[in-house]
């Protein structure tokens, strides 16, 4: 089992540019969420993915969009980029048990490092 | 509102334990975290304890949690070289719609 994929890993853009990461999420894992993590801070919670639509979002200007698609993976796009939007981006994977309903732990890719220029 | 706090630096001898505190101001958190992560590296889920338990133990990991206070705990006993990282108390409701609330972590070092 792969784990949770991301690609590229790492990425430079300059300033006004648009960004697309991806994600795959662990085999039989059907959840994905992203997370913004600033140099020498705690990632912050950007938007969570489940059949296909946007389910949860965190303090994000709509400059952050996603997507998922129906195998399960994902994208973050973000538009009109900015400095500040340097940082390493998380995507995590993990399954809506419907039992509870809740969701299981949460598995983290290594992440896609930007660098906003 | 979700605010999780933790101390920013720990230096800790080899061999000695190592505590790292956190706290947290969700009551209704279900679900606590201690995350690790190390240079140039995603997150790794060390342990995790339910809202309902006290303590956790996973061979040289203690967790305690008092609810009452909202202070979490991570007690690494033995503490190794391979132990120096970034940690982070994380929590969530793990309900339909949760997200993880991360502290700022605390970048544990390892004196020898």
């Known amino acids: 089992d792969a784990g949770v994929t991301q690609s590229p890993t790492h990425l430079i853009k300059t300033r006004g540019q648009q960004v697309t990461l991806r994600c795959s999420p662990k085999?039989?894992?059907?959840?994905v969420s992203w997370y913004q993590q600033a140099l020498g801070q705690g990632p912050q919670f950007i938007f969570q993915?489940?059949?296909?639509?946007?389910?949860q979002r965190g303090n994000f200007p709509d400059r952050f969009s996603g997507h998922q698609f129906p195998n399960y993976s994902s994208e973050l796009n973000v538009n009109a980029l900015l400095l500040g939007d340097s940082a390493l981006y998380l995507c995590?994977?993990?399954?809506?048990?419907?039992?509870?309903?809740?969701?299981?732990?949460?598995?983290f890719g290594q992440g896609t490092r930007l660098t906003v220029v | 509102g979700e605010d999780v706090e933790q101390s920013l630096f720990l230096s800790v001898r080899e061999g000695d334990s190592s505590v790292i505190n956190c706290t947290y101001t969700?009551?209704?958190?279900?679900?606590l975290y201690w995350y690790k992560q190390e240079p140039g590296a995603g997150l790794q889920l060390l342990t995790y304890?339910?809202?309902?338990?006290d303590m956790k133990q996973d061979q040289r990991l203690t967790v305690l949690l008092n609810k009452k206070d909202k202070h979490l705990s991570l007690r690494i006993a033995d503490t190794q070289t391979g132990d120096s990282a970034i940690y982070f108390c994380?929590?969530?409701?793990?309900?339909?719609?949760?997200?993880?609330?991360f502290g700022k972590g605390t970048r544990l070092h390892i004196l020898p």
């Open positions: 995590a994977s993990s399954f809506l048990d419907n039992t509870y309903p809740m969701n299981t732990e949460a598995f």
């Open positions: 085999s039989g894992h059907d959840t």
């Open positions: 993915y489940y059949e296909e639509e946007e389910r």
């Open positions: 969700d009551s209704s958190s279900t679900y």
């Open positions: 304890i339910f809202s309902n338990m």
């Open positions: 994380a929590e969530s409701l793990m309900n339909r719609d949760d997200k993880i609330i």
